[in-house]
């Protein structure tokens, strides 16, 4: 039954029932289309990050002179982080691209070229490899791609025959305990605004990781109830990152033993018997000693827990005293609800397959899984299945293995092949690359195999940037086809609330485009037009912008959600839904565009619990306790059949140095202001990036006032950090807010390319870590690097 919104008000205005709310309707911006106005505000989406913030540009006489948070936005509900104002140094960024240009590769001295003459080269180059029947050597290496241009740019690659689009260290991964204990292959939604309790085992969620503006926010949320209990942050961890200093308690404690710590606590809620009966009796296997089917008995969660993490033991491991383990599990439980929160999958807090899945098991054992102000999985978007008719040519490209196919023989749970590609590739396996397009991502500064990325891009016969910037990896491409910066540009961000309810917020151009830039989206559909019939039946004639508002008519269409809208709107959709009706209040595709142009997007704000088929999608249809399908890959592997390796448990960080030559512990970390920085060649970033600790437009190293004054290292020294891979140099800042024998290095300066605020200032501390790898995983150990410190 579809009822409208004017119906409802017309029938509610009848009875008095929504005089009140009606007269306190929200002052809503124009239309960017106010041709005569001196000023316009206009919404669009920040991409500098995958957090996907709303935005509103102020727009005077055309030029765009500020950016401000967007109210009506739900994952930043007004607000911004630094680099999200500071994005307009980004627009005017003296040093951004202004044409396409080629160059001799490798020599620096870039050429102008035309867009028909750049568009050309591109496509006869590609059409070239085409037609010797050797589509799948195309390779694109995509970073921070979101919403439509991500599956332009996939749909490109797979109509061209090309298996290979490689996320290079991708923003948003999945996290392998939510994949194995739940199996459920996407992020999952963190809803702390509701929680009384949030527990964070080195998890610096609102430092960076996947949406920071929209965790602070919660957070703020959780603090500021009115009459409701205010919740509690507790975070342990080696250093007092932002998320540590607003917690109320920062429980230091060894790197790399967040794991043993959760068993602990799990150990008191055992002993104490406070653990969720009933959802571990409805909802969960593998917490009691279970039998196979052989007959053969195996330990379950709670026997190893009990066996070997008393308080006592896991102190030992951790640092962390035993009264304020068991504490810590007394509150956990008393306070409801709660969640505990490891870290992001994507920052420099690298945690163990089974140290996440220790930290999850909390959620589990004291039933926080979807219900609110827990653990939740986030809705899917409407999903709009495409069939495409491809050619022969990419049919034969497709059924050619990926250069990351059997990447996953030696590291299973591997999410993220970009540590062993170029390697690969270098060595032809399983062949090399011809040709290589890259979109938003800069390996060459930001992977630990940054020389091994810049061999293979310098071997291979044709690389294609789409950068803004002349960034580190764009130095070794043959050609530049510069996009919009993301003020300039239509586009679309997917994500999704910590409530885990999907937005979609519509990016939109808030100025003319200043240079003779092009929007990349647009370029790939040009460059389609000229590689044959096939494609062009795919890739039709229209522009970006076009295929965008198809992508909105689909979700008008699915009568699903709403335009963002003030809370009450919200609640009206919530309670049509709910009640089985549509929800929508736009009677046609325009007048729905016209609100999502003014209003920056789209939601679907209902989140409904207890759909247990959605929430585990593991064999057993509950959590895992004792992951099946991860003793199932274990032992197709041929790894050594052990009670252990199919449960949560603790093993130490891995070191490749001796403890004696090297007697501290490497922590890096990214400051909120170089968060997934790729192209923040912006002096305000500079100038603030340690403000807290009195530095910036440097790289310094935090060191704790024992361990300085043990090495006779004052505040402000310049001082050497030397690991056994390499030496940087930093200025000393003796700090509180880092534990004794560990040293904390800022990562996101230290650029050799990029513009004239970045290049040359400071060092990169990727450049002296170890190439450890988790061998289950596949991905780098950050914070197994031992180093010392001594005075330049
Ligand atoms: S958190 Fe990310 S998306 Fe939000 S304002 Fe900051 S940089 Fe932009």
Not at 30 to 36: G, L, Q, R, S
Not at 85 to 100: C, E, H, K, M
Not at 522 to 527: A, F, G, N, P
Not at 575 to 593: I, M, N, P, Q, V
Request: with cysteine; glycine share 8%; proline share 6%.
């Amino acid at each position: 039954m579809a009822i409208t919104r004017r119906d409802f008000i017309k029938g509610a205005v009848a009875t008095g029932a929504l005089a009140p709310t009606l007269l306190n309707l929200p002052f809503v911006d124009a239309a960017p289309t106010n041709e005569w106005a001196f000023e316009n505000h206009i919404p669009s989406v920040c991409t500098l990050c995958p957090g996907g913030c709303g935005i509103k540009v102020r727009q005077f006489k055309k030029k765009a002179i500020r950016i401000y948070g967007n109210s009506m936005h739900p994952i930043s509900l007004g607000g911004l982080c630094p680099r999200g104002v500071a994005g307009i140094q980004t627009l005017y960024n003296p040093d951004r691209i202004r044409y396409p240009m080629t160059q001799k590769k490798g020599s620096g001295k870039w050429e102008k070229i035309s867009w028909d003459e750049a568009i050309k080269i591109v496509s006869e180059k590609l059409a070239g490899v085409r037609s010797k029947g050797e589509p799948h050597t195309l390779v694109a290496f995509a970073g921070q791609l979101n919403g439509l241009m991500r599956s332009l740019a996939e749909k490109f690659l797979r109509v061209y025959g090309s298996p290979n689009f490689i996320d290079v260290n991708p923003t948003t991964k999945p996290d392998n305990a939510i994949y194995l204990m739940q199996g459920i292959e996407s992020a999952p939604a963190y809803d702390i605004a509701k929680s009384s309790y949030v527990l964070s085992l080195n998890g610096d969620f609102l430092d960076n990781g996947a949406s920071p503006v929209h965790m602070m926010k919660s957070y703020a949320e959780m603090r500021s109830r009115i009459n409701k209990q205010r919740g509690k942050l507790v975070y342990a961890g080696p250093r007092l990152s932002i998320t540590a200093a607003k917690a109320d308690e920062w429980i230091p404690i060894k790197p790399g033993t967040e794991g043993a710590l959760a068993l602990g606590i799990a150990h008191s809620i055992l002993k104490e018997r406070l653990y969720a009966e009933n959802f571990i009796n409805s909802h969960t296997t593998g917490f009691a000693d279970w039998v196979d089917e052989t007959g053969k008995t195996h330990d379950g969660f709670r026997t190893v827990v009990f066996r070997d993490y008393s308080p006592i033991a896991v102190s030992d491991i951790t640092g962390v005293p035993p009264e304020i383990i068991i504490n810590m599990a007394r509150e956990l439980t008393r306070l409801k609800p709660a969640v505990v929160i490891g870290s992001d999958v994507s920052s420099f807090n690298y945690q163990s397959v089974y140290t996440r899945m220790a930290i999850h098991s909390l959620n589990a054992l004291v039933g926080n899984i979807d219900t609110a102000g827990s653990v939740l999985i986030p809705r899917p978007f409407p999903s709009f299945p495409e069939e495409v008719e491809l050619d022969q040519t990419a049919k034969n490209g497709l059924a050619m293995p990926s250069i990351k196919e059997d990447i996953k023989k030696k590291h299973p749970l591997c999410l993220d092949a970009s540590n062993f590609i170029p390697q690969r590739c270098l060595g032809g396996i399983p062949y090399k690359p011809s040709i290589i397009l890259l979109f938003e991502t800069n390996p060459v500064y930001d992977n630990i195999y940054a020389g091994e990325y810049k061999q293979l891009l310098s071997e291979t016969d044709f690389v294609v940037s789409f950068s803004s910037f002349l960034d580190e990896t764009t130095q070794y491409a043959d050609i530049v086809l510069p996009n919009h910066t993301y003020l300039e540009r239509w586009g679309d961000s997917q994500n999704f609330t910590n409530g885990g309810v999907p937005v979609l917020g519509l990016q939109q151009p808030v100025v003319t485009p200043f240079y003779d830039t092009r929007h990349t989206g647009d370029v790939l559909l040009e460059i389609g037009q000229n590689l044959g019939e096939s494609f062009r039946k795919i890739f039709p004639d229209i522009s970006f912008k076009k295929l965008l508002m198809d992508k909105f008519k689909k979700v008008f269409e699915s009568s699903k959600g709403n335009v963002f809208g003030v809370k009450y709107e919200a609640a009206w959709t919530q309670l049509l839904e709910r009640s089985g009706w549509k929800a929508y209040s736009h009677t046609s595709f325009d007048d729905f565009w016209q609100s999502v142009l003014q209003r920056g997007g789209w939601w679907d704000p209902i989140y409904y619990y207890g759909e247990w088929n959605r929430v585990f999608k593991t064999d057993s249809r509950k959590f895992e306790f004792t992951p099946l399908i991860l003793g199932r890959t274990l032992s197709s592997q041929g790894t050594k059949d052990t009670e252990l390796q199919n449960l949560p448990h603790f093993e130490p960080l891995p070191s490749q140095s001796s403890e004696v030559e090297y007697p501290l512990m490497l922590n890096i970390y990214t400051p909120l202001v170089f968060n997934q920085a790729i192209d923040s060649n912006v002096p305000w970033l500079q100038d603030i990036s340690g403000s807290y600790i009195n530095s910036g437009w440097n790289t310094w190293v935090e060191v704790n006032p024992e361990t300085a004054e043990r090495l006779k290292i004052h505040n402000g020294d310049r001082v050497v950090v030397e690991s056994p891979k390499g030496k940087i140099s930093a200025t000393a800042k003796v700090f509180n807010g880092v534990m004794p024998n560990v040293v904390s290095l800022p990562f996101g300066m230290g650029r050799r390319a990029n513009g004239r605020w970045q290049r040359g200032i400071g060092d990169n501390p990727l450049e002296i870590l170890d190439k450890a790898i988790d061998q289950l995983t596949g991905e780098t150990i950050w914070n197994s690097t031992r180093v010392k410190i001594y005075k330049i």
